[in-house]
């Protein structure tokens, strides 16, 4: 049987076995204690990025719910595209404010500036872009809106760790930036996330964060403690830290094989409408536009290539359905999107392959 090519697949070597070993047998799993990965993660991710504060969590939805948990949301609204996973709406709806959908640029699957200023209202209180597939929004135009109308900018980079985010570009920093380390992310960990601030009084934000991802616990001093607010388990453990502190070490080199891989990608493809090239883009996924979309994801899965659809839009999921919402750019991508591999196990001989196939479709 031939080998399957994975859309998804975690790059890994000896280093993160070591680790693994290590804090199996230390016996501290938990974070806060043994041989304290988490804390360390969070000193070398909030450096890599260059952010006032970093709070390890356990997943980039705990993430985004608790950024934006920050601040009183009731009756307010929070501005996001609907071409992303559920997590980004649903951390709105936790937090009791409306999601607003707005449409994306046709061209980079990004939250489109001009829909964002006309959907701003009295009532918008956050706009929550996602960095799509790893292509930066336009964070500039952005930052402009929410400045003229005294919005804060929240961030879902689950799919950007190392694009745009990375010490020197301070300044394309919302208040809050969240991500992802689920196993498919280009960090890449059993489960994780993390929120990383750059605001005023951000040492206090990170205490209010610290206590929430743990229950709400406050004035821990040794086995006492007290709990002054309602909080979640959503701490990250120490296998996940673990295993991010060798990520990141390789995070430079493995984005910088996803770009090649991209590079060649946007070169030898002959779809129309793809994914454009960019050279600071993490290329979580490439995306493609095809209209046959089940034939072509079969045939390619016929040669044992696997692709996927990221994503089908959350404004028409049944729980966000709203005959009223109408986003012509992301209801196309909806019905024609389709991602192929980009992570760096690919060998050469896989991506030939894959751009042989799917040229054969067009
Ligand atoms: C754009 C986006 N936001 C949020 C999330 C949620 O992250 P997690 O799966 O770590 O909870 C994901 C993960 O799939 C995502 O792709």
């Known amino acids: 049987m031939k080998r399957i090519i994975k859309l998804f697949d975690p790059f890994v070597d000896k280093k ?58 009731k009756g307010k609204e929070v501005i996001i595209p609907s071409l992303s996973f559920v997590a980004t709406a649903h951390a709105v709806i936790l937090n009791n404010a409306k999601p607003v959908f707005v449409d994306v640029d046709a061209t ?34 952005i930052m402009k809106i929410c400045k003229k109308h005294n919005i804060v900018l929240i961030e879902d980079a689950a799919h950007a760790a190392g ?8 300044g394309t920093h919302g208040a809050a930036v969240c991500f992802s380390f689920h196993p498919v992310k280009n960090l890449a960990m059993p489960t994780g ?31 006492k403690y007290n709990v002054d607010k309602i909080g979640l388990n959503y701490y990250m453990n120490e296998f996940s830290a673990a295993i991010g502190l060798e990520q990141l070490k390789k995070l430079d080199r493995t984005n910088r094989i996803r770009r090649e891989i991209a590079k060649r990608y946007s070169k030898e493809l002959k779809i129309e409408k793809k994914m454009p090239f960019n050279p600071e883009c993490t290329y979580h996924f490439y995306w493609i536009c095809v209209k046959n979309r089940d034939k072509f994801i079969k045939q390619m899965f016929d040669e044992r290539i696997e692709t996927g659809i990221h994503y089908k839009p959350i404004h028409t999921m049944k729980y966000y359905a709203n005959k009223k919402t109408i986003l012509p750019n992301t209801e196309s991508f909806g019905a024609q999107i389709v991602s192929i591999p980009t992570h760096p196990n690919l060998t050469e001989s896989d991506i030939s392959k894959i751009i042989e196939k799917a040229n054969k479709f067009s």
């Open 16 to 73: 993160e076995e070591d680790i693994i070993k290590k804090v199996l047998y230390s016996r501290f799993w938990a974070s806060g204690a043994g041989t304290n990965q988490v804390l360390k993660f969070e000193t070398a991710f909030r450096n890599y990025i260059g952010s006032q504060s970093c709070v390890a969590l356990n997943s980039g939805t705990a993430a985004l719910h608790l950024a934006l948990s920050l601040l009183d949301l």
């Open 108 to 141: 980079t699957g990004c939250l489109d500036p001009q829909q964002v200023e006309n959907s701003v209202t009295e009532r918008t209180k956050i706009i929550l872009p996602v960095h799509f597939a790893g292509m930066s929004c336009d964070l500039s135009r």
């Open 163 to 170: 694009g745009t985010y990375k010490k020197n570009k301070i």
């Open 193 to 223: 996330g993390a929120i990383t601030l750059n605001i005023k009084n951000h040492s206090s934000f990170e205490s209010i964060l610290k206590s929430k991802r743990w229950c709400g616990i406050s004035d821990r001093k040794g086995i």
